[in-house]
């Protein structure tokens, strides 16, 4: 499954960017979505995921309230709303997927070793 980022960019304190990840046209509304992000000097963490239904989603604690994940099937795209941006959110925001089953509406994982498939990442940066 290829993926591709976009609209990352440099934002203030505060303010609000919202990422798209772009799938194939094929299969993609087979595929259970993640986002991860990966600060200079850091692990990749988790930040949220989506079943391939759209039914079920999961956050990083530090993210709840301020991130929304959500998709939409009919244009291959899952996003990432970011509200409240912080200097620690700073980093590059990868999209990962995997194909699941037809059957497994309600599943996300929040594993990075759960996924297949990786964008090339779009970079975030929060100034103060």
């Known amino acids: 499954v290829q993926l591709a980022e976009s609209g990352g960019g440099s934002v203030q304190a505060g303010g609000s960017l919202r990422l798209s990840c772009e799938g194939p046209?094929?299969?993609?509304?087979?595929?259970?979505t993640g986002w991860f992000r990966q600060a200079p000097g850091e692990e990749r963490e988790f930040v949220a995921a989506?079943?391939?239904?759209?039914?079920?989603?999961a956050y990083a604690d530090s993210m709840k309230g301020r991130f929304a994940i959500s998709r939409d099937n009919a244009k291959n795209t899952v996003y990432l709303q970011m509200n409240s941006l912080k200097p620690e959110d700073t980093a590059v925001y990868y999209c990962?997927?995997?194909?699941?089953?037809?059957?497994?509406?309600?599943?996300?994982?929040?594993?990075?070793?759960?996924?297949?498939?990786w964008g090339q990442g779009t970079q975030v940066t929060v100034s103060s």
């Open positions: 989506i079943s391939w239904s759209g039914e079920s989603t």
């Open positions: 046209r094929s299969s993609f509304d087979r595929v259970a």
């Open positions: 990962a997927g995997r194909i699941v089953g037809v059957y497994q509406t309600n599943i996300s994982y929040n594993t990075s070793s759960s996924y297949a498939s």
